[in-house]
């Protein structure tokens, strides 16, 4: 999919592109947008938060709270490593999960979309290779691809990166340079919906030592946990396996799903020199992260407000998760294979041919998806979540997020999933 070309006239800057950008491709799930406005559409496709869940109320008092105590640290500039009363929070935050760090550990970032983008600027030239289990968050594949890295997919299974795979391939590593990071959601993943076991994040972090790559442990995710126990963090694992600053490991998280995406409050934990490049490369993206966000997502903080929210939120993205589930057995049964998520906002499925289909899995995936849009329901298609030259491992992948429909619409969603493949795998 390229991005959408506004205006027929050529464009008077056109022959300025740079290469990269001559003819760009755009974010594969904001290309989806369009058939959003479409009456009556279900979409299981976002990766929204729930509208429903926002603490306008809360967040409301913590905006007055900022602008009536902070107001001058609010509307000014402010220090590119972030606030300290966020910086404080959110260590707090960290230590709720188990990662012991200070402020000074920490770069607050304009969501975690930015943090990932400075790590590719500070660390990334063209050419080297990054380990990225795939299928992978397309944000991250579009960020690699813009740094012309060598972008290395590592497979993954039901319980994430295959570490056994990764440690084959450093093995017989088949490139002339070194990896230089690993990219890994390991709560939760999007899109995959999986969580890592411990025993695979301390089989990572040997790795990554024995290699001498980074690893990026991306966790938007992590606190939206319906059940099971909270699995130890790659970067508390690193920590105790090799003592803090002493160890390769960067901690990426955000507010978006916790609080609300529009605060755009994500943050960095990593070793003191990375950490300090990030912030120069941070010096030249934006200065700083909106102050004025910055406070409020400290007062909300510090209200007491972010616990009781996280409970009810996980408490209803459990209750659509399984109305996804069971809704995909009912519709699909023995036609579609998927991993039942323990928490975050996405099931990853994919559909089996029927016996005997002569077509290609594309293009079965194609038919299905037009017949989606015709039945009024969206989601993602596999392929966006892999890099170009793997995207035949797609097949009929998609990803399903829960999180943003209720209950009946995604039941009914499901249902009309259901006729849109009856009818595509029998033309
Ligand atoms: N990483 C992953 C895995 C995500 O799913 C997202 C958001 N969809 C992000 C990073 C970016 O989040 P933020 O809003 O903090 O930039």
């Known amino acids: 999919m390229s991005i959408a070309e506004t205006g027929a006239a050529p464009s008077p800057t056109a022959h300025l592109f740079s290469p990269l950008f001559a003819q760009p491709e755009g974010s594969p799930i904001r290309e989806l947008f369009p058939y959003l406005s479409r009456p009556g559409m279900l979409s299981l496709a976002g990766g929204y938060p729930s509208p429903g869940l926002f603490d306008a109320e809360g967040l409301q008092q913590a905006a007055?709270?900022?602008?009536?105590?902070?107001?001058?640290?609010?509307?000014q500039y402010g220090a590119s490593e972030g606030q300290p009363a966020l910086r404080e929070a959110l260590a707090s935050l960290c230590a709720m999960r188990g990662i012991a760090c200070t402020p000074a550990d920490m770069l607050v970032t304009t969501g975690s979309q930015q943090a990932f983008d400075l790590l590719v600027k500070v660390l990334i030239e063209p050419g080297d290779p990054v380990l990225v289990e795939v299928p992978a968050y397309p944000a991250?594949?579009?960020?690699?691809?813009?740094?012309?890295?060598?972008?290395?997919?590592?497979?993954?299974?039901?319980?994430?990166?295959?570490?056994?795979?990764?440690?084959?391939?450093?093995?017989?590593?088949?490139?002339?340079?070194?990896?230089?990071?690993?990219?890994?959601?390991?709560?939760?993943?999007?899109?995959?919906?999986?969580?890592?076991?411990?025993?695979?994040?301390?089989?990572?972090?040997?790795?990554?030592r024995r290699h001498g790559f980074a690893i990026v442990e991306d966790d938007p995710y992590g606190e939206l946990r319906f059940e099971g126990q909270r699995e130890p963090s790659i970067y508390e694992t690193a920590q105790a396996l090799y003592g803090a600053q002493a160890h390769p490991v960067v901690y990426l998280s955000s507010l978006s799903k916790t609080v609300a995406p529009a605060l755009r409050i994500g943050w960095m934990l990593a070793d003191a020199q990375l950490l300090r490049r990030c912030t120069i490369a941070k010096q030249t993206a934006d200065l700083c992260t909106s102050p004025l966000a910055q406070l409020i997502a400290a007062h909300y903080l510090r209200s007491g407000r972010y616990a009781p929210q996280l409970d009810k939120a996980c408490a209803e993205y459990a209750a659509r998760m399984g109305a996804l589930c069971s809704g995909l057995q009912q519709a699909l049964g023995g036609q579609i294979r998927?991993?039942?998520?323990?928490?975050?906002?996405?099931?990853?499925?994919?559909?089996?041919?029927?016996?005997?289909?002569?077509?290609?899995?594309?293009?079965?995936?194609?038919?299905?998806?037009?017949?989606?849009?015709?039945?009024?329901?969206?989601?993602?298609?596999?392929?966006?979540?892999?890099?170009?030259?793997?995207?035949?491992?797609?097949?009929?992948?998609?990803?399903?997020?829960?999180?943003?429909?209720?209950?009946?619409?995604?039941?009914?969603?499901?249902a009309r999933l259901g006729r849109a493949w009856a009818q595509a795998a029998a033309a």
């Open 140 to 208: 991250t594949l579009q960020a690699l691809k813009l740094a012309r890295a060598q972008i290395v997919a590592v497979p993954t299974d039901g319980q994430g990166l295959d570490t056994e795979a990764l440690a084959s391939l450093l093995a017989q590593w088949p490139h002339a340079r070194a990896p230089k990071m690993l990219y890994t959601v390991p709560n939760f993943s999007n899109p995959g919906g999986t969580l890592l076991p411990a025993s695979r994040r301390a089989a990572l972090v040997e790795l990554a």
């Open 338 to 414: 998927f991993v039942r998520p323990q928490g975050g906002m996405f099931v990853w499925a994919q559909l089996l041919a029927p016996q005997g289909y002569a077509g290609t899995p594309e293009a079965l995936a194609r038919a299905l998806f037009a017949a989606a849009v015709g039945q009024g329901v969206l989601y993602v298609p596999g392929k966006a979540f892999f890099p170009a030259e793997a995207a035949q491992q797609a097949g009929l992948c998609m990803r399903l997020s829960y999180a943003a429909p209720t209950v009946p619409q995604i039941t009914e969603a499901v």
């Open 64 to 75: 007055i709270d900022a602008l009536q105590q902070d107001a001058a640290a609010s509307l």
